[in-house]
């Protein structure tokens, strides 16, 4: 079974390895007494974020993600890296694929499927919903320091 791999921390930062996407499948998440999802691992605490989860999962084709499934509080962005297939959203269906980027809201009834002939690995960013404000865009939260970079 694969594990993440601490690359580096510091005071403010951290840094992890997952494997590289073709090996995102030998992980194997523990979600039960007798419940084990292959190719499945959430690395959000891995990292130490403190505003959001994140997850990386492979299907293998023809493989769904079990089960359909809501959240109370937290909104998610799917973004498929590698693979096709369908992506089922309060019975509606439509087809993802690599570059694909799905928004769900948290009452959102959310499924995927590998409808392709190779693996599909996919990101999953989970948040709480409606916690950015206008304060919080890109452009007026980021800081451009007049340091020199050292490499």
């Known amino acids: 079974m694969k594990q993440i791999e601490t690359i580096k921390t510091g ?19 523990p979600m039960g007494p007798n ?4 190719g499945k691992v959430f690395a959000g605490q891995a990292v130490g ?11 293998v084709p023809g493989q769904d993600s ?6 109370k509080t937290h909104e998610e962005l799917y973004i498929i890296l590698k693979g096709e297939g369908e992506y ?19 009452d959102g009834k959310r499924a995927l499927k590998n409808t392709g002939k190779e693996n599909l690995t996919m990101l999953c960013i989970q948040y709480k919903a409606n916690a950015f404000t206008e304060a919080d865009s890109p ?13």
């Open 11 to 29: 005071k403010n930062y951290s840094a992890v390895s997952v494997g590289k996407i073709d090996e995102i499948i030998e992980h194997v998440l």
């Open 35 to 38: 419940v084990m999802i292959q």
């Open 49 to 59: 974020a403190t505003g959001s989860e994140l997850s990386f999962q492979t299907l």
């Open 66 to 71: 079990g089960f359909l499934h809501t959240h």
């Open 88 to 106: 089922q959203v309060d019975g509606e269906i439509f087809p993802v694929s690599e570059g694909t980027i799905v928004r769900v809201a948290p």
């Open 139 to 151: 452009m007026t939260d980021g800081v451009i320091l007049q340091e020199e970079l050292k490499w």
